[in-house]
């Protein structure tokens, strides 16, 4: 299975989505349960580079076909022991689009222009 291959910048937003069932009677009553015992993990990251880092996370995107890949995201968490240990999350993109936010300064030869990438990505992690 394939692992993501670059490294994400900044902080690393973890949510959890506890998705439930909504069903209606006829008589008006209205029963909430949940789908699953365990919440469903959701990791936000942000990616920024240059144009190099842009190209890779874009074919890397292309090649798990958007949503529809599964790979391996390693995190990194401390048991109860205190131990900080690899794990790895088999994860897919939460969507089927990626965008990129260009940002403009100066480049180190003097000139104005694009200095730099920025996407924002989500990972929903998947079970096995």
Same mark, same amino acid.
């Given at each position: ?15 959890? /989505? ?13 029963? &909430? @349960? !949940? ?21 890779? #996370? ?15 995201? &390693?995190?990194? *968490?401390?048991?109860?022991?205190? @131990? *900080? ?5 088999? &994860? ?5 689009? #990626? /965008?990129?936010?260009? /940002?403009?300064?100066?480049? *180190? ?6 200095? !730099?990438? *920025? !996407? /924002?990505? @989500? #990972?929903?992690? &998947?079970?096995?």
């Amino acid at each position: 299975m394939e692992q993501l291959p670059l490294k994400p910048h900044g902080e690393r937003l973890l949510t959890y /989505k506890h998705p439930n069932i909504r069903v209606e009677f006829e008589s008006g009553n209205v029963q &909430v @349960q !949940a789908r699953t015992v365990n919440p469903i993990k959701i990791w936000e990251l942000t990616f920024s580079g240059d144009a190099n880092e842009r190209i890779i #996370l874009t074919n890397f995107f292309n090649k798990m076909r958007g949503g529809v890949g599964k790979f391996i995201f &390693v995190t990194k *968490e401390v048991d109860v022991q205190g @131990q *900080e240990s690899n794990i790895n999350n088999v &994860v897919r993109f939460e969507n089927d689009e #990626l /965008k990129f936010t260009e /940002k403009f300064g100066l480049r *180190e030869d003097g000139t104005y222009g694009c200095t !730099a990438y *920025e !996407a /924002k990505v @989500q #990972l929903r992690k &998947v079970w096995e």
